[in-house]
């Protein structure tokens, strides 16, 4: 489900939850999320959710969509993120509906997957790089790791097995030496990351 909270000088003027596959914003009145205002586009941006999350995407706005007073094409939505369309704030609410069907695996289709009550919690560990040594812990549903412009990845929680796949950058990242795309790669104990250079280990505990 998608919440979104429409804001205008700090006062809310529309507050809307969607359960579809996209939800579209602007002007029009043919937009799920309409906003009346000249400094937004007939069709300004949309939000389309898949098994890897979230995503914003700008729909070649004139006055542009900005997260953080930086203007972005396409960006994976965290809760109570804040997205500046033309004058108007938007927050976003993300809660994770379950899928239908697993997520497709371009790897190891045939290995057995633990179940959702029994997934342990996983860690990635940074091996190399000015940050070397540093743990980060797999709590959220989602967790992005990059560069905006340059690699951005995601690697998602699911009720069998934690998943990554590439989300925006011309870079791809790397897991054992393998270039993963958009499709969902299935992560093991042990797995190397490769991010432009930097490697982590995927761990289970």
Same mark, same amino acid.
């Given at each position: 489900?998608?919440?979104?909270?429409?804001?205008?000088?700090?006062?809310?003027?529309?507050?809307? !939850?969607?359960?579809?596959?996209?939800?579209?914003i602007g002007?029009? /009145? !043919?937009? #799920?999320?309409?906003?009346?205002?000249?400094?937004?586009? &007939?069709?300004?941006?949309?939000?389309?959710?898949?098994?890897?999350?979230?995503?914003?995407? #700008?729909?070649?706005?004139?006055?542009?969509?900005m997260i953080?007073?930086?203007?972005i +094409?396409k960006? %994976? %939505?965290?809760? #109570?993120?804040?997205?500046?369309? &033309? +004058?108007?704030?938007?927050?976003?609410?993300? *809660?994770?509906?379950? =899928?239908?069907?697993?997520a497709?695996?371009? !790897?190891?289709?045939n *290995?057995s997957? /633990?179940?959702?009550?029994? %997934?342990?919690?996983? +860690?990635?560990?940074?091996?190399?790089?000015?940050?070397?040594g540093? *743990? %980060?812990?797999?709590?959220? =549903?989602?967790?992005?790791l990059?560069? =905006? &412009?340059v690699?951005?990845?995601?690697?998602?929680?699911?009720?069998? /097995?934690?998943?990554? /796949?590439?989300?925006?950058?011309?870079?791809?990242?790397?897991?054992? #030496?393998? !270039?993963?795309?958009?499709?969902?790669?299935?992560l093991?104990?042990?797995d190397?990351?490769?991010?432009?250079?930097?490697?982590?280990?995927?761990?289970?505990?």
């Open positions: 489900m998608v919440k979104i909270i429409v804001t205008y000088n700090g006062l809310i003027q529309q507050e809307l !939850s969607f359960f579809k596959p996209r939800v579209t002007r029009r /009145a !043919s937009n #799920d999320v309409v906003i009346d205002h000249l400094t937004v586009s &007939g069709q300004h941006a949309a939000v389309d959710t898949t098994s890897q999350g979230s995503f914003i995407l #700008d729909l070649g706005s004139t006055n542009g969509t953080n007073g930086q203007p +094409k960006h %994976l %939505l965290q809760t #109570d993120d804040t997205v500046d369309i &033309g +004058k108007y704030k938007l927050r976003f609410k993300i *809660e994770a509906d379950e =899928p239908a069907n697993p497709p695996v371009i !790897s190891r289709v *290995e997957s /633990a179940s959702a009550a029994t %997934l342990p919690i996983a +860690k990635i560990k940074v091996l190399t790089g000015t940050n070397e540093r *743990e %980060l812990t797999l709590n959220k =549903p989602v967790t992005t990059g560069s =905006p &412009g690699l951005v990845a995601a690697i998602t929680r699911q009720q069998d /097995a934690y998943y990554i /796949a590439h989300v925006e950058g011309t870079i791809f990242p790397k897991v054992n #030496d393998l !270039s993963i795309d958009t499709q969902p790669f299935k093991e104990n042990g190397v990351i490769d991010f432009s250079g930097t490697r982590m280990a995927f761990r289970l505990e």
